[in-house]
């Protein structure tokens, strides 16, 4: 199943989206336009659906409903998010939208306006019910979220409870113990990586880091293998063998692999783990242009083997470079002053004819996401 059309209002920098997605979407876009905030959709649902969330730490963890809320909204509407899901064919199964607002006085909660949810296009749930108008306490939580609720569509919980985000930050993989606190939910960063490497059953963990190590083998010189281990803590570790300084290799663990090295392990643990919608934030960083190039190949050939979306934000044209790319894969986020538009690539003018003239989808997109005068910059500072 995947997100087959994306519609908001008011969340973010947005004031409303209305847009389509494949299952490979880029999300481009100038710094600032949005890409995260899109993502953060998806990643919002699932802490309204996963176990132990809801909507008010799914607020909350954001800082409360007036920062979620487009700062460009007038008054104080509702923030609406509705999204469609699609098995295969383009017909959607479900669709799900819920309207939050916040409380104007009080504890000044976030609430649901409404929650509704549709199966074949037949509206099969729609709150406030009765219910709701007699104990409104009710409208601060989702069905979504209720196991005693949710059972009518538990197929849309359980794909909302299971997206899964990265955006590995090499460091916090390194060193972990530098980093204390409680850690961010969802480990989005990598600092547990290592031990969701360790958790993962055998069988599935040998198989997946063989192929890793068959690819580093190619995408980074000199490494001849890769293996996990633990030390005399217990703690796990990546270990990495060279045949460069020393005859028969030199081994390092993870602390000394490069942060290209440690971004591409994340990226290929990632998308070879699980089915679930895969959140991807700039797949590129530390990487290599060679390699950045071959990135969307490598998600359609798993995609392949097993179907699962991949939302990607991207600002890389060596990316975008595959002319396996389609311009209906292509979100193009552009800022207004009220507030970022966005558009299926397919849809912004021109850019079909370019591609069909042999451009690729990054040349005929990516200029038109820099910002302008950009020289100015650099003699302003
Ligand atoms: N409630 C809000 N209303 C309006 N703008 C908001 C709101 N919340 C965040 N923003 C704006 O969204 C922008 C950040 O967006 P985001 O991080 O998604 O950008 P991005 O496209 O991922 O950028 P980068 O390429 O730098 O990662 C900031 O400029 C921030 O001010
Ligand atoms: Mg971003």
Known sequence: MRVSRLRLKNWRNFRTVDVALLDRAFIVGPNASGKSNLLDVFKFLRDIAKPGGGLQTAVRDRGGASKIRCLGARQAPEIVIDVELSNESDKPIWRYEIAVKQEVRGRRQPYLLYEKVWNDSKLIIERPEKADGLDSLRLTQTYLEQINSNSQFREIADFFADVTYLHLVPQFLRHPAAYTGPGVPGDPFGRSFLERVAKTPERTRRSRLRKIEAALQIAVPQLKALIDTVDETGVPHLEATYEHWRAHGAKQREDQFSDGTL????????????????????????????????????MHKIQQKRPRQLLVSTHSGDLLLDPGIAPEEVVCLTPDKDGTNALVAA???????????????????LPRAAPKQLDLMVNRV
């Open 263 to 298: 971004r591409l392990i994340g990226l290929l643990w990632s998308l070879l783990d699980g089915e679930s919608l895969l959140l991807l934030e700039e797949p590129e960083l530390s990487l290599n242009g060679e390699i950045v190039q071959r990135i969307p190949n490598l």
């Open 347 to 365: 849809d912004v003018p021109g850019v079909v004819d370019m591609v069909g003239a042999g451009m690729s989808v990054g040349e005929a997109v």
